[in-house]
């Protein structure tokens, strides 16, 4: 009788033990599968995201071509990119001895304002169709409030945000304006009337499980480089300025 409790009462003991390593066993064995399945999840997740960025830079490169808005789908994966142009005014940080430029569709009045305590050279390249000529207008602007031993015009204070300002009238047959800091850099502003400047385009691809990625990109006309001050060629030679 005793032999048998013994039995028993070992039988009880091995029963608990089993169950508790079966229990460990489980808790270690949904572990590794949730940590799995959260591999696979964010394995896939990156997947799905790469395939969305990838195809949002896409878009850029088919609105940077023809910079006008649309949609398109790219290895499975639909893209909508949106051009913003923006027109009448060019706002742009130009180191000091650089140059900014802006394309004139007709002559007009502009608003030139400028940060920091740089002086500006404004050249205005005009072209008469009718005697088939071309023609520079320069202004060179201290910034207000400042002494400077030049023969350069004064300017005016600037707006909020802006240590100088001056309005230039319409320049006939002016065709571009170019924008050189002098002593240093400057953030310039410039308002008129004049066509898009700079494209904002924006592409967001979407995959079908719902993963989305943005893209935004801005894009400037080019510009000529500063050496192109320096002279202006004619048909028949250079015009010295």
């Known amino acids: 009788m005793v032999y048998t409790k013994f039995m028993k009462r070992n039988s009880g003991q091995a029963a608990i033990f089993v169950l508790l390593v079966m229990l460990l066993g489980l808790t270690v064995g949904l572990s590794v599968m949730s940590l799995t ?21 896409a878009g850029i490169e088919t ?36 140059v900014g430029q802006i394309e004139l569709t007709s002559p007009t009045q502009v608003i030139v304002s400028w940060t920091n305590s740089a002086a500006l050279e404004l ?61 240093s850099g400057a953030t310039v502003q410039v308002t008129g009337t004049f066509g898009p400047q700079k494209y904002t385009i924006t592409s967001t691809g979407s995959t079908t499980d719902g993963t989305t990625r943005k893209v935004q990109v801005d894009k400037s006309k080019p510009a000529l480089p500063p050496l192109f001050d320096y002279v202006l060629f004619g048909g028949s030679g250079s015009v010295s300025q």
């Open 37 to 57: 399945l959260q591999d696979l999840k964010s394995t896939t997740t990156s997947d799905q995201s790469s395939r969305a960025f990838s195809a949002a830079e």
């Open 63 to 98: 609105a940077l071509t023809n910079l006008t808005s649309g949609s398109t789908t790219v290895n499975g994966v639909t893209v909508n990119y949106n051009v913003v142009a923006t027109s009448d005014t060019y706002t742009a940080t130009i180191l000091k001895d650089e």
């Open 123 to 183: 050249n205005f390249y005009t072209y008469n169709a009718g005697s088939e000529t071309y023609g520079v207008t320069k202004y060179a602007l201290n910034p207000y409030g400042e002494t400077i031993d030049n023969s350069f015009s004064t300017s005016n204070p600037g707006p909020a945000g802006y240590k100088s300002t001056i309005t230039i009238p319409a320049v006939a047959d002016s065709k571009l304006l170019r924008i050189k800091p002098i002593y």
